[in-house]
């Protein structure tokens, strides 16, 4: 199996309150914030490359993953490709482009170009970019494609060949079970992380991944290793095609209201009820 | 002038309260740019959930029955051939709208504006707020194509009321997609609770890995959670622990929340916990360190352990 994964640097979610707006309110400044993967594609990219293993024999892959990440071609794309290589992808795929100039149906346009070269068996995505927090991209891509959409997958089971699915996809009502046929673009919620959320049909049915708090696997030192000789591609937006009239227009930036009033420590639980039931009246 | 459409989002043949943000923002547009609006009920018992959703001053209210479970391919195809008459549709930002308008759009060629926080009419040019960066920036955006596509966030939009009169309902024809047939409904556990709903609850009780395990979520939150006739929420951690359904996470990948009082307990305040909560009026932070980053949102901070603090606070609240 096949699986195209991909991926785009943003400025550390971590520390998204430090971002600044410029003075005329054009543009969001992250000086200073260092670029991170996506956390929403770590994710996806974890869910792929249990995907394509058998995770009861070490480093044993039983398909490919491809990378792809839309950025600058500068030394922060490329390091984040790298260190999905470094994760256990086989390769990467760099498109030049600068954030402002995209949006997520551009990107989605990229995404059709590169499938269409590629024919992966999937596209495992993020639901969103913790920059733009969209979550666009990846329905857009599937309609461009003709391809069905499974949004916010939590539990994945391929049959042996991986060309149907059984997914579990997480709403906001509950659990929904849906059966795909691929080829298919998903996106991954918080829970693919989960140690049971991936069954491959090679990798022994019983097999329970360590259970990961907030991202994907860290990647070995020997991954690390390998990942310098893995290829990265590089093209432009041109090589691909690609219309990059933008449909949306960001007129103005500006940061949240600062919360008004001060904290109080409240010394015991009768000052609190006092304060909530007289002061501020909410109980 | 915006010419609207709402589509409705049903589960179990009635309308949810996130149709009612969805029509509050259509009314916003519409009435903004001198247009008018109209719901769409699709999806298995849309005939009667149209009934519903006549009393809300829509130009008309169309239907599409679709029976059995819902699928993305099952529904866009028909969304879009009735969208081709508006200028904008509009559905709330939840699992349903962010799922099933993206698709919609690629077929109309539209923009989308997703997960708007207030909807912009000065000029007649319509423009649109959008929480980013987990709620630490805010973008105003226009969009470009000829047709919109937004979703709204239904903590930001208060449910419209029903204003008498009856729209005409009208029925339209089902589209078919090739796509549909890639994907089969095996079914949906619907998550019911007597308690009310976390993205419409006045209070909003959350508790965070602190709790360690599923056994306190039950004898230490819930009687808070029903002495405040609150909702019960979580974070991450709490979920991913497996001590509450994942529904009730709250944050930046689960529900955004405004209510008038939010209660933290034993939740440190993560940048994206904090992204689903910090517009709630008055918050409340139970936690013992009193360092944690819920502080820099607290309007009321008790420095306790939550083992004693909360028991202790909800036989107090029920003594009010
Ligand atoms: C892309 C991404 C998206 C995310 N989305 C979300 C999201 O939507 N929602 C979300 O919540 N998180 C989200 N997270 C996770 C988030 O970063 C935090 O890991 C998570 O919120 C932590 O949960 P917590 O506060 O319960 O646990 P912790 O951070 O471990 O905090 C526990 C707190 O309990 C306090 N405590 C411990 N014992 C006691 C006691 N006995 N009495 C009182 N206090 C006590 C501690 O002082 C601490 O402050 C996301 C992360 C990423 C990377
Ligand atoms: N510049 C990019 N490069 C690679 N993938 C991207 C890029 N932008 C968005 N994506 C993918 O699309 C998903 C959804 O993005 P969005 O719709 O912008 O929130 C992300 O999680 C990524 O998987």
């Not at chain 2, 508006?86 to 923009?111: E, H, I, M, Q, T």
């Not at chain 2, 966030?153 to 009321?161: H, P, T």
């Not at chain 2, 993205?199 to 939150?221: C, M, P, Q, W, Y």
């Amino acid at each position: 199996m096949k699986i195209l994964v991909p991926i785009k640097r943003v400025a550390d979610p971590d520390n998204a309150s430090k971002l600044k707006v410029s003075a005329d309110g054009k543009s969001v400044t992250s000086e200073g914030l260092e670029w991170k993967m996506n956390p929403f594609d770590d994710w996806s990219l974890e869910a792929a490359l249990r995907l394509t293993e058998n995770a009861a024999e070490k480093n044993a892959r039983v398909g490919e993953v491809v990378l792809i990440s839309i950025g600058p071609n500068d030394e922060h794309t490329q390091r984040i490709i790298r260190e999905g290589l470094a994760k256990g992808a086989e390769r990467g795929i760099l498109v030049d482009g600068q954030d402002v100039g995209l949006d997520s149906d551009i990107v989605a346009s990229v995404l059709k170009a590169v499938v269409d070269k590629e024919s992966p068996d999937l596209v495992v995505m993020g639901k969103q970019a913790a920059d733009g927090d969209s979550n666009v991209a990846g329905t857009k891509l599937a309609e461009k494609l003709g391809w069905p959409i499974i949004n916010y997958a939590m539990k994945i089971k391929t049959n042996d060949d991986g060309k149907t699915l059984e997914v579990q996809r997480e709403l906001d009502t509950g659990v929904a079970t849906v059966k795909v046929t691929g080829p298919a673009v998903l996106t991954t919620s918080d829970r693919i992380l989960q140690p049971g959320s991936v069954k491959n049909g090679v990798t022994p049915d019983d097999h329970q991944y360590a259970k990961l708090e907030v991202g994907g696997r860290y990647a070995s030192l020997k991954g690390i290793m390998q990942a310098k000789k893995k290829p990265i591609d590089q093209m432009s937006l041109g090589d691909l095609g690609v219309d990059t009239t933008k449909a949306l227009s960001y007129t103005k930036f500006e940061l949240p209201p600062a919360r008004s009033g001060e904290t109080t420590f409240v010394e015991d639980v009768a000052e609190l009820v006092d304060k909530l039931h007289n002061t501020a009246k909410v109980i | 002038m915006a010419n609207v459409l709402v589509v409705a989002e049903l589960l179990e043949g009635k309308a949810r309260k996130t149709t009612q943000s969805a029509i509050t923002a259509a009314k916003q547009i519409a009435e903004g740019t001198g247009g008018s609006f109209d719901v769409l009920s699709i999806g298995d018992g849309a005939g009667a959930a149209a009934e519903e959703l006549t009393g809300y001053g829509a130009g008309k209210v169309l239907k599409a029955e679709i029976p059995g479970g819902y699928t993305c391919e099952k529904y866009a195809a028909t969304v879009a051939a009735a969208g081709k008459g508006y200028d904008v549709l509009v559905a709330c930002a939840s699992a349903f709208g962010k799922d099933l308008l993206p698709r919609v759009a690629a077929k109309l060629g539209a923009g989308v504006a997703s997960d708007i926080s207030a909807v912009h009419t000065e000029g007649g040019s319509l423009s649109y707020t959008r929480p980013m960066y987990a709620g630490n920036v805010f973008g105003t955006v226009a969009i470009k194509t000829d047709k919109q596509v937004v979703t709204v966030r239904q903590s930001e939009f208060g449910a419209a009321q029903e204003s008498g009169g009856s729209s005409p309902v009208e029925e339209i024809a089902i589209q078919t997609d090739p796509a549909a047939d890639k994907v089969e409904f095996l079914g949906v556990e619907v998550v019911k609770s007597e308690r009310p709903d976390l993205s419409e609850a006045d209070i909003v009780v959350a508790g965070g890995r602190a709790l360690k395990s599923a056994e306190n979520f039950t004898s230490i939150i819930e009687p808070l959670v029903d002495a405040l006739g609150a909702a019960m929420g979580a974070s991450r951690a709490a979920c991913d622990a497996g001590y509450v359904a994942p529904e009730l996470q709250v944050g930046q990948t689960g529900k955004v929340v405004a209510p008038k009082l939010y209660v933290a307990i034993g939740i440190s305040g993560a940048i994206q916990h904090l992204a689903g909560m910090k517009g709630s009026k008055t918050i409340v932070a139970i936690n013992k360190d009193k360092e944690a980053p819920i502080a820099q949102v607290a309007d009321y901070f008790l420095v306790a352990d939550l083992f004693e603090a909360v028991p202790a606070l909800t036989e107090a609240v029920k003594k009010l």
